[in-house]
C-alpha cells in the first residue's frame, strides 16, 4: 500500500531534550516535507526537500533541522524542543514531473506536546 | 510569499444541502491542491488542480488561475463531510507550500 508513515504518533516530552520523528515513504517520490499545524494558522512548511541531500527552508525553519540522507526517509529532528513547539506535525511527499512538485500525500500526523 | 485566503472559514449545513467553498490566491501558482482533515486529524486529498475543473463523486473543483481562484463544490452533503477543508498553493517556479486557513464544515442529520 502507498503510504506515507510517521513515527511516534504522540510524544509528550521535556524542554530541551533532543528528539527525532522519523518519517518514511514507499511511492519513491523526490519531493519531501515537513508541516506544523496550529490552531487558527493552518498548516505551515517546516522544510521541505527535492531529493536526496538537498534541502530548503519552508515559512518556520527555526528550532528544527531535517536530514535528507536516503531518498524514502526524512526525519524531523528537535535539538533541543521548547513549549512553542507542542504542535501538530505532518509529513509530506510528492513526485516532481518536471521539476515541480505535483500533488502532496500526507502522513497520519505527530502530536507533540513539549511540557 | 503568497497569500492564501479561504472562505467562509466556518459553515454549517444541513444534510443534503450543497455548498461551495472558495480559496484565493495572491500569485500565479503551478499546484493547488483541496484537502480534507476529517475530525481525527487525518488530512485526505480531494483534488489536484491547478487548473480547470475535476469532479470526484459529490465532489468537484474548479480552478480559475488567471484571476486567481479556485473553487471546491459539495453537493448533497453528509455528516461524514464534516470537518476542516483546506486549499495549499505552490508559487510558480517555486516549490513552496502555502495553505490556507481553512474552512470548517459542519453537517446536522
Known amino acids: 500500500e502507498a503510504q506515507v508513515t510517521q513515527n511516534p504518533r504522540y510524544l509528550i516530552t521535556v524542554t530541551g531534550k533532543k528528539l527525532t520523528v522519523t518519517c518514511s515513504q514507499n511511492m519513491n517520490h523526490e519531493y519531501m516535507s515537513w508541516y506544523r499545524q496550529d490552531p487558527g494558522l493552518g498548516l505551515r512548511q517546516i522544510y521541505y526537500s527535492m531529493n536526496v541531500e538537498v534541502t530548503d527552508k519552508g515559512d518556520v525553519p527555526e528550532g528544527y533541522k531535517v536530514s535528507r540522507k536516503e531518498k524514502r526517509n526524512f526525519p524531523l529532528i528537535l535539538e533541543s524542543p521548547s513549549p512553542n513547539q507542542t504542535s501538530l506535525y505532518f509529513c509530506?511527499?510528492?513526485?516532481?514531473?518536471?521539476?515541480?512538485?505535483?500533488?502532496?500525500?500526507f502522513g497520519p500526523g505527530t502530536r507533540l506536546t513539549v511540557t | 510569499g503568497i497569500q492564501v485566503e479561504q472562505s467562509p472559514p466556518d459553515l454549517i449545513l444541513q444534510e443534503g444541502a450543497n455548498s461551495t467553498l472558495r480559496c484565493n490566491f495572491s500569485d500565479s501558482v503551478n499546484n493547488l491542491q483541496w484537502f480534507h482533515q476529517n475530525p481525527w486529524g487525518q488530512l485526505i486529498n480531494l483534488f489536484y488542480i491547478p487548473s480547470g475543473t475535476k469532479q470526484n463523486g459529490r465532489l468537484s473543483a474548479t480552478t480559475v488561475a488567471t484571476e486567481r481562484y479556485s473553487l471546491l463544490y459539495i453537493s448533497s452533503s453528509q455528516t461524514t463531510d464534516s470537518g476542516v477543508y483546506f486549499c495549499?498553493?505552490?508559487?510558480?517556479?517555486?516549490?513552496?507550500?502555502?495553505f490556507g486557513s481553512g474552512t470548517k464544515l459542519n453537517v446536522k442529520p
Open positions: 495549499a498553493a505552490v508559487i510558480y517556479n517555486f516549490n513552496k507550500f502555502y
Open positions: 509530506a511527499s510528492s513526485p516532481i514531473p518536471s521539476g515541480r512538485a505535483n500533488e502532496q500525500y
